[in-house]
């Protein structure tokens, strides 16, 4: 077919269409010629191409075996480029009227058979071979005629789609479907019959909701360099959570997109800031072209850009990528950490960029190292559709994005719960005795254990509390802990221990439960794989990873979890293992004596009370944002929210802090107050689990009787908003006798006396007006 005829039939096509306007016939008809013209060209290499075959975009096309496409293929690469793959001897056959989307990758070591009619929605991986493990045999895959894969699905080896079956978005397909069902999932099953309704259109293709969770978290990405493939990547199933979904703004308009993010109205819940060094500050890219620039020249351009994101408020956090070298430049080699040397002044540049944005609360930088050394820069991706860095790259980014985000919505971690034969020692102790474990000295596995239990005692430096579940005698066990010579978690690191021969997910829920924790704060490592199956299923809500087998691998797979990235650290974080070793010997004691009054007076309680203020409100936003059972309402609000709620003339927030004659727990509580006339409203009643059951919980009630009274109030109302986790908080409410109940708001009508609980000395920092 001519050049000629092509341009003829892209006319005719464009002028039946009576319903656009002159422009938009004009406009598509050229687009559909040109996606004619090219097609020929960017197909090239393949063995075969049938009649009126259309590319929008250039596809990457590697045959070294046999590549078959049938009549009126279509590819869209205008997002990210589509990869079609024959490995030696290899056959990739395509029917008629296929639809392929931007990003998908379809590739063969055997044969890949793909009927007529089908459609591919983005970023879909047809694959007849597994790329994790390199070298396994190939099986063949076939897919049906009229067959939908949804948006991010993965077709595995050895796998047969029936004709016009849907797969549904994110869904992993790893053994063969029936004709015309819904499939989804990861791994994909049946989820019902097709329905006539279920008829994919060509473009855009849309997702079924049923496989696809409602995000819980919305963002944005802003990048001066293709990043669909990044949301992509932050979009995927993590089972740590939480469902992102994150889109991209405009290709390379990072000011103007920041510019209209300073609005004061939340639009996204983050945003997530990655832009090139060479593109965001002129004076650098004149350093990298051989000009000379001057320190102050650089440093101001990094003011500028800060004050551009700290001006951001449609967001309630933002995340910035640190910059990094542009790939494989060397700069002036061993003087580039000198004074005029790109690494030098690119070091001093992320470190102003670090120091003006630690202005804000909500603002985290993220270093981009690790990321950047999981996969290599690929220029064709470059020059075909400016993406600046491979797969690999996204997900790594992906994955530290989402830890930031659980972090900063205070679902970190507190917990490590550690086995002991084979995971935090070489050896089994009963059998070849403490003398005998493979820890520390001149060998490979004891040398590794030393090293990953220095990896876990770190995070107690954190506030991340450390514990030990293991089958063994105690007292031999201990005996290991208390006496092995190059032991570096001892008997004071830990928060508490069950060693016996008992469930070990029964031990671990009794664990928790005496420590005022919930199961979803918990990680638990274990190298027997059959522990970890029984703890997975009988506690879903603790996060048990895979763990390798190869002992020296320990250290880093410790380091991959994903999951105790926080906010801030505070005093209270640090000495965190110290208060719950103190909690111990209160129970100890609680255990020698007769009464619960007794033992209560004996204690010696301080309840301190302190306004919200800026000394306290990184450790009370932390509370606010991570404390689930004794929570009234259970809100959220970052650092500068709550500051902002706090500074109305008719709202208090007290800061409150607990100690007794054993320690200081530190601040564990917080009390907002809310005046309408005369009635005051408790808006946060929160209390850590670390203080329950030592009357402080009744010692906030009668503050804020005393507070509402202070002021005038005639009536307090304490409106309890039920979570799954809450219930605690509605126990102590019921139980107390000077309220009265209404639904489920509890209410003080100032006729009833509410005396000072006994035992708790309160003070009240600065006095209370």
């Known amino acids: 077919m001519t050049q000629r005829s092509l341009l003829q039939r892209a006319r005719a096509s464009f002028a039946r269409d009576r319903d656009l306007s002159l422009g938009r016939k004009i406009e598509k ?134 004709e016009g079956t849907v797969v549904t978005a994110g869904s992993v397909v790893t053994t063969s479907l029936p004709a015309g069902v819904v499939a989804g999932g990861a791994p ?64 390379d308009q990072v000011v103007q997109t920041l510019h209209a993010l300073a609005s004061p109205q939340p639009q996204h819940d983050f945003v997530f800031v990655w832009t090139r060094p060479e593109r965001t500050i002129a ?35 933002t995340f910035v990528a640190a910059w990094v070298l542009p790939h494989g ?125 220095r990896e876990v005692l770190a995070l107690s430096k954190r506030g991340i509390a450390l514990a030990v579940v293991s089958k063994n005698e105690e007292s031999v066990a201990l005996e290991a802990i208390r006496s092995h010579p190059e032991m570096i978690i001892r008997e004071t690191d830990l928060v508490g221990w069950r060693i016996n021969w008992r469930d070990k997910a029964q031990n671990i829920a009794d664990l928790v439960k005496e420590l005022n924790l919930g199961l979803q704060s918990v990680v638990f490592i274990d190298d027997n794989p059959i522990e970890r199956a029984r703890v997975r299923e009988a506690l879903p809500e603790v996060f048990v990873p895979e763990w390798p087998e190869d002992k020296t691998r320990y250290v880093a797979a410790f380091r991959a979890l994903g999951c105790f990235d926080v906010p801030s650290l505070s005093a209270e974080d640090a000495s965190r293992t110290r208060m719950y070793v103190e909690e111990r010997k209160r129970e100890e004691l609680r255990a020698q004596v007769g009464s619960l009054d007794e033992w209560l007076l004996g204690l010696g309680t301080k309840v301190q009370f302190a306004r919200l203020a800026a000394s306290n409100l990184p450790r009370t936003a932390q509370l606010l944002n991570k404390t689930n059972q004794m929570n009234l309402r259970t809100r959220r609000l970052s650092e500068t929210e709550l500051m902002e709620w706090a500074s109305a003339p008719n709202r208090e927030i007290w800061a409150i802090s607990v100690s007794d004659k054993l320690g200081a727990a530190g601040l564990t509580g917080i009390l907002g107050l809310e005046w309408d006339g005369a009635r005051c409203t408790i808006t946060d009643y929160v209390l850590s689990c670390r203080v329950m059951g030592r009357r402080v919980e009744e010692t906030l009630v009668w503050f804020a009787i005393e507070r509402a009274k202070a002021r005038g109030a005639t009536r307090l109302e304490a409106h309890y908003l039920a979570t799954p986790k809450n219930k605690p908080c509605l126990g102590l409410f019921s139980g107390l006798a000077e309220l009265s109940r209404e639904g489920d708001v509890f209410v003080w009508d100032g006729t009833k006396p509410f005396p000072q609980p006994r035992g708790i000395d309160v003070i009240v920092e600065g006095g209370a007006s």
């Open 29 to 162: 008809g050229l687009a559909s010629g040109a996606a004619l013209l090219r097609a020929p060209f960017f197909l090239r290499a393949c063995d075969r191409v049938g009649a009126r075959a259309r590319t929008r975009g250039k596809p990457v096309v590697e045959n070294l075996g046999t590549i078959e496409i049938g009549d009126d293929f279509q590819v869209n690469c205008a997002f990210s480029p589509v990869r079609l793959f024959a490995g030696p001897g290899a056959t990739l056959r395509v029917g008629n009227e296929v639809n392929v989307n931007f990003g998908a990758d379809i590739a063969t070591e055997d044969a890949v058979t793909i009927g007529s009619r089908v459609s591919f929605g983005p970023y879909v991986v047809v694959a007849d071979h597994d790329r994790e493990e390199p070298g396994g045999a190939p099986e063949p895959v076939t897919i049906g005629d009229d067959v939908w894969l949804a948006a991010r699905v993965r077709v595995c080896k050895g796998v047969t789609i029936g």
């Open 188 to 251: 994909a099953r049946v989820l019902r019959p097709r329905r006539p309704t279920d008829t994919p259109p060509r473009e855009p293709e849309p997702e079924i909701a049923e496989a696809t969770p409602t995000p819980e978290v919305h963002g944005l990405i802003v990048a001066d360099f293709t990043a669909t493939e990044l949301a992509a990547a932050i979009g995927k199933h993590d089972e740590l959570g939480p469902h992102v979904a994150a889109e991209v703004a405009p290709f």
């Open 283 to 317: 004076s650098f890219a004149k350093l990298l072209a051989g000009e000379s620039v001057t320190h102050d020249a650089l440093l101001a351009e990094v003011d500028a850009f800060a004050d551009r994101v700290l001006a951001v408020q449609g967001a309630r956090f």
């Open 329 to 453: 430049r060397r700069g002036l080699g061993m003087l580039d950490m000198k004074p005029g040397g790109a690494a030098r002044a690119l070091a001093a540049m992320n470190l102003r960029l670090a120091e003006r944005l630690d202005a804000s609360p909500t603002t985290f930088v993220l270093d981009p190292t690790r990321w950047i050394a999981a996969g290599e820069f690929d220029p064709r991706l470059w020059y075909l559709g400016k993406v600046g860095f491979s797969r690999e790259v996204f997900a790594a980014a992906a994955a530290d994005l989402r830890a930031a985000i659980r972090g900063a919505r205070g679902h970190a971690r507190k917990l490590v719960v550690l086995d002991l034969d084979d995971t935090m020692w070489g050896g089994i102790v009963g059998d070849l005795g403490w003398q005998n474990l493979k820890l520390g000295g001149h060998d490979m596995v004891g040398e590794a254990h030393v090293d990953f239990q």
